[in-house]
Each structure stands twice: as C-alpha cells, then as structure tokens.
C-alpha cells in the first residue's frame, strides 16, 4: 500500500458556482492534509500532527493545491505545428495539420511526440485530457503506452477521415470501424486509459463512415465520443453543401445518432438556442477552445448561454492545441475570461477553476473519479505556486481572497505556475 | 570609450512591411555581430575573426537579436492590480485604478513599484515604453529616477485629472499645468529620458485642463502628448456627454488642440474613417493594446484599416498593464495577431516584429534613435532564446524559415524567450 501526505492550503469544489453561491460551492482548508493511498484519496482535512503521524509529508507553503486540470479537447499530432501562420479553419487544416498528422505513420515519430506531449500536459497541471490522435493506429498506441507508462487518466482515440484529406490520412468505413474496435479492445478500460471514437468531423466523414462510427461507440459502452461542432462559418457552408438535408450542422450528428452522454463537441461557437437546447435534452458536452478560437478568427463562445439554469449544457474548458496556442488551462482561462468579456458576460475565478477541474470531469462523465480532492478519488492533483515568478509574488501580495488570488493565477499565471503535479497520488517529474 | 561586441544573428527592420514585401523591409545577418560604444552601435556587419580582434565578444547561439521592444502604452502604478477582476472600463477605474493609484501619493510606495516595473519591461525586452504616473509628481521623480540610473529610454509624465475621479487624484488645470511644467524642466531630455503631458482622458480633464495640457505640449516641443481615444461604448456615451458640441470623440482632443506629432492616443477602437483620416493628417499615433481590448471587453482594433497605404495612420503596440494582462510584447503580438483574426485579417511575423520595433520607434518620433541595429542607433537590443522552454525548443525544431520562427515567438513567446537585454550597449542584469 503506496501510502503518502501532501500538506498546504486546498480547494475543492462541491456545486457548479455558475448555478449556487461562490461561498456554497467550494471548500477551502487554509492548512490542510491530503492522505492518499493506491493511488486515491483516502482522506483530506485540516493538518494536525497527529492526522500525518508516521508519513512523510511533502508541504506546500505559498501555494494552493486543486485538482488537476482537466483539457477536454487536444490534438498531440500538432504540437509540432502549434503556432502556425495565418490561416483559418479550413485552409488551416491542409495547410498545416494535414501535412503533419502524416508523420505519424511512424511509430517513432509518434512515440517522441506522445512522450513531450504527456510531459509538457503534466508542466501545465493537465492531469486529464481527450486528445485526438491521428488516423494511424500507431499514433494510439503510442499514445496510450506512453499514459500508461505513466498512469495518466487520459481519453484518447484514433482519428476517422475517410474523404476530404490528403489519401495517406484517409482509412475507409470499414477499415476506421475495424481498427477502432482492435483499439478499443486493447486500451479502452485498461488501467486508466479511455477509448474515444473519433470522426474529425462531418465533412472528413461520408455518411457510412459516421454510421460505422456510432456502431462503434454505442456497441462499446463507457468508449467516449469527440469531434468538432460548428467552428468557423466556412466549415458550417461546407456541411450544409455536404449534407444538404439537414437544416442546422448539429442536425448531421443527431441524424447518425452520435450526440448523447460522453459525446465531447469541440468549439460549438456559431450555434443557437436549438442547439444548446438539444445538447441540454440529448446529455452531450461542449468543449470550450478560447485561445484557438481567437487564434483562427472563429469566434466567442456563448459560455454563459451554454451555463443557463433553466437547461445547463455541460462544458468543460478545451486548450486545442495546435489551433489552441498554449497547453495551459490557466492561459486558457484568460482566454475564457477574454472571451466572455467579448460576449459582455464574466467570468469569475471560481467558475474558471470549477471549469478546470469538477466541473471538466463531470462535462467527460468522469465527476465520480477525478476533478475533486474528496476521499475515494483518484488522487490527481497540483500545487499553485503563489510566487511563481516575480511578477506573480508582487501581484499576490496584492491580493486579498482567495477569489482574488485565483483571479490572478487565470490572468496571469501559466505551466511556471504549476509548482507540482500529482498522478494517482505519485508526484511526476517535469 | 566603452566598447562591446555582440555576436549572433541579427534581425532589425529598414522599411515597412505593412507596405513593402517581407524581403525588402529586414535585414537578417545569419552570423552577425554588433560593436557598441558609448551607449551606441558602431558597427554592425557580418562576424568574422578580425572584426571582432581585442574585443570581448558576448557570442548567442540558438538565439535571434532584434531591436529591443517598445511600448506605446502602460501604466506603471497598475503593475500591483494587473489581472483585476470582472469589470469593464468604467466601472474598472473606480473599483480598482483609482483605488491603486493613490497608494502613489507615498514616494516610497511609488519607488518600490517603479523598480519592479521596470525591471518587468527589461525581463520582457522592452526598452522604451509610454508610460503614465500618478496625479502625484512623486510618482514622476520616482520612475523618473529608477529610469535614469538604469538609463533607459522612457517616456513618462504625471497624469492629469481635475475631475469625475476621487479627491485624492485630483490636480486643478493650474496645479496640473505648474506641476507638469517644473517635472518637464527637470526632466525632459535629461539623459534618455522623456516627458509626456498626459490628461487621462476626456472625462477626468476639464475643458480648461485640456487647454492647460495643450499649452505645456506646445510650449515645449519635443515632449509627448499621451491620452486614450475610443476604449469602450460607455466611454464614448459620457464624452458625448460631457462635450455635447463634440461630434466624434476625437473632435474633443482635435478641439482643444492636442492633436498632432508626438500625440500618442491608446486603443482607438469604437472609430472610423473619418478619425483615421485624421490621424493621418494629423500625424499622431494609434496605441494598439489588444490583450487589454479583449480583457476590458472593449473590442477589436482595425489594425490593417489603420495602416491602409493610400492615407497609413501610425501605429505602435502598447501592453497597456493593468488593463492589460502581460508586460509581454510577444505575448501582446499573440493577441495582436488573435484581434486581426476576428478582423478576418492577417498579421505576419515580420509586421509583427516591425510594429514591436521600428515600427513602434517611428510611431514615437524616435525612429532615428532606437528601434533598429544599425550604425549610429542607440545601442538597445534583447538576444531571444530559439530554446527558452522545452516546447519552444520543441517546437522551432520544425520551424524551417525565420518568417516561422518568429512566428513562433509571436504564438508561444513569454518573458522567458527573452535570454539578454541590452541597453545603451550595456547588458542589463535581471
């Protein structure tokens, strides 16, 4: 039994602060213990000496513990192209990432990729992501042994494109099926890795290949699902050319039965009422790409449309890399702040830190497992250091609360402000 | 006769990209190196052994020298409130700038944030910055003091405000105008140093401040006019309120006469052709300040509108701290090029970089003086690491061009890519 006692000060939360009371929705332990064992918590609460009799404790003074960040939309093929000139969505696409996502046909080259990927995750506190990987089954496998290796909570799933891209990205119907299914037998559940079926999206996708997809996912219960909904409005004039019959671009993906529970939609920016309405009925998730969605010229996503009482739509905080411009939700949620301000809309510092973590796991049907420091999870989490850099520890000392001091690490924090990772209760070098 | 000797590639600007092709407008030396002496460059050229015979040469591999960056527009006593939650301009100046601003009566207080601040901008590679005091003249002398010891090139002056803010930030028309007056005297062309009449802005300045700021201006050429222009739609509301016989907001600043070269008007954003024709006209200078735009909410500059060729309006970048959220000029080129995005337009790396050099020298009428490395210049240049973090050393491995690399610079850059910043030919510790 891997028994071991992190101390400092620990916030965690226990309601969605976009629907209760900043104050009823989180707690906060000035000076506390986190106990784990196997890999779980096994109890948190104030630190006395004699709850950490007999451990060995790692404390963390000037610093906050939460949970680890939850990205829920990730491309690990473009971190070599993150910060590409230019373009946006679609010349993007056969631009750059079209051209790179070809590399990974090699299995070394997706291996190398995988291991500074999960690395530089860890470096900006990302203890959960749903990635894409590419079209190639080698580009999973990597993928997966490399998390494995480290015992990351991941979801990831190879990419299906059967038109539309260059042929050495393209698999067909039965072939993306086939591969999916050898994929998700081998990974999905395996230790804490999690299997997503993976279309890019409508237009990379004939209507035989989006079928074959939803068989795969709804013949493998607990597989998630992800593509990307409704990004740019050159892609919406695409679908409607591509699908003539369906009226909205959501319609594409409710007529092959691919939006329901652990359905992860990317973007989602230049959508309506109806749209939020049936991903409220149908149980599906939003993922929230800010720095992407500046970066291509998308747009602002309604956050707060998305987050309304009378039918909440379920999001979780996306850092979409390489469209998205850093790997850290921190930078990521000075983007969400950014963009809520756009949409005349705030964004507070509990509900960007709610996002990051509870409120990600729950968006990926995981708010049982991990996002909160609670005895029984997994006990993924990190250490927010105070004063990170100089311009942090001045500005710290001129905040206040804890609302102002996680303010502070949305604006102005990023991976330096991650003093420590923790992976199922092991403290991960990086 | 100070002489040093800098070697490593070497990127400085000659002509405009926004209106010449990339080729023409740059100069890049592979393997270059830079004689300084006396505060200025000597020569610049190719390496070889014997240019560089009895000097000792401070050699930068994996590493490009460039200009050192200019900021058109910040406020050194936000620095402590950078990253200030929720607000939008208006209700943001009297919730949390008028609350910081007054600590800056305390010369201590104002001495203290003056050291850090500009050691933040040196850290950064900025070397010349627009910068707004206080109502205080302390908070003047001391950035003005902090400044000259360190000798860099700053342009600064003591805010004016005899109106609609707290009593204690209030100056009258005749105070703001003695005092502004003795602070000129002492010291504008003191050393590097530079001043700058600054009302704050329209609402905080009585018509017979505005008169008394125009007359310091024009009494002593050579100083700088500072003020913000266009911010926010409630902003604009109050002007029109305030100067119901003003048709456009920039017919108040055009009315009272401060209007001109060397007039420096932040954000610009609520405006249109007929102000953009009159900057042109006019001569004076847009501060574009996009990380603070999207953060206040206030929008997105017409950055390729103002720098239309048939009638080009001078622009320069400016972080714009506290509104804005990084002292970064890199970090504020990312967002300067996510602002020409939702524009739908481009911004290249080379326009980039010009506006964060050259460009932002000629914007300040200092275009003979710094902002290029070339002979006769002042010697202010930052060496910027091509490996400063594990994914930007990552990620310039596939950057093939300098166009991609300083592309990459723009996208994933912080405070960290700066390796060295010289000033006035000496290398600056921090």
């Known amino acids: 039994m891997a028994t071991s006692a992190v101390r400092g000060s620990i916030l965690s939360f226990t309601k969605d602060p976009f629907f209760n009371a900043p104050e009823d929705s989180h707690t906060f332990i000035e000076d506390g213990l986190i106990i784990t064992q196997d890999g779980h918590i096994k109890s948190v609460g104030p630190y006395t000496p004699q709850a950490a009799e007999g451990l060995t404790v790692d404390h963390y003074k000037d610093a906050i513990i939460c949970p680890g960040f939850i990205d829920s939309h990730i491309h690990y093929p473009q971190s070599q192209m993150i910060g590409a000139y230019g373009e946006q969505l679609l010349e993007w696409l056969n631009t750059y990432t079209f051209v790179a996502e070809q590399d990974f046909a090699s299995r070394k080259h997706a291996g190398k990729v995988a291991k500074i990927f999960l690395q530089e995750l860890l470096r900006c506190g990302t203890t959960t992501a749903a990635v894409y990987c590419t079209v190639h089954v080698e580009s999973v496998e990597a993928f997966f042994e490399h998390s494995s290796a480290l015992n990351t909570r991941m979801i990831a799933g190879k990419v299906l494109m059967d038109r539309n891209a260059p042929a050495p990205l393209l698999d067909t119907a039965e072939r993306g099926y086939e591969e999916s299914r050898a994929l998700i037998e081998q990974w999905h559940g395996r230790g804490r890795q999690l299997y997503a079926v993976t279309p890019r999206f409508a237009p990379t996708s004939t209507p035989e290949q989006l079928d074959a997809a939803a068989r795969l996912w709804h013949e493998h219960p607990g597989t998630y699902l992800q593509t990307h909904l409704s990004e740019n409005l050159g892609e919406l004039a695409w679908v409607k050319e591509l699908f003539p019959d369906c009226d909205r671009y959501l319609d594409v993906y409710k007529k092959f039965n691919l939006v329901g529970p652990r359905s992860i939609y990317g973007h989602c920016i230049h959508i309506d009422e109806p749209d939020f309405a049936d991903f409220n009925r149908l149980n599906a998730t939003m993922g929230h790409c800010p720095t992407s969605n500046f970066f291509l010229g998308s747009g602002c996503f309604k956050l707060f449309e998305a987050k309304k009482a009378a039918r909440p739509v379920k999001v979780a905080l996306g850092t979409d890399v390489g469209g998205g411009t850093s790997f850290s939700i921190l930078e990521t949620l000075n983007e969400a702040y950014k963009a809520a301000q756009m949409n005349q809309t705030r964004l507070n510092a509990f509900q960007g830190f709610y996002l990051a973590t509870r409120g990600g796991a729950e ?68």
Chains 1, 2 share one sequence.
């Open 363 to 430: 968006a990926l049907d995981l708010g049982d497992k991990i996002g909160s420091i609670e005895p029984g999870y997994e006990a993924d989490f990190i250490v927010l250091d105070l004063k990170a850099t100089p311009m942090m520890e001045f500005r710290m000392d001129y905040a206040k609360t804890l609302a102002e001091k996680l303010f502070v690490f949305m604006t102005i924090g990023d991976d330096r402000s991650v003093r420590a990772t923790y992976v199922a209760g092991r403290k991960m070098e990086f």
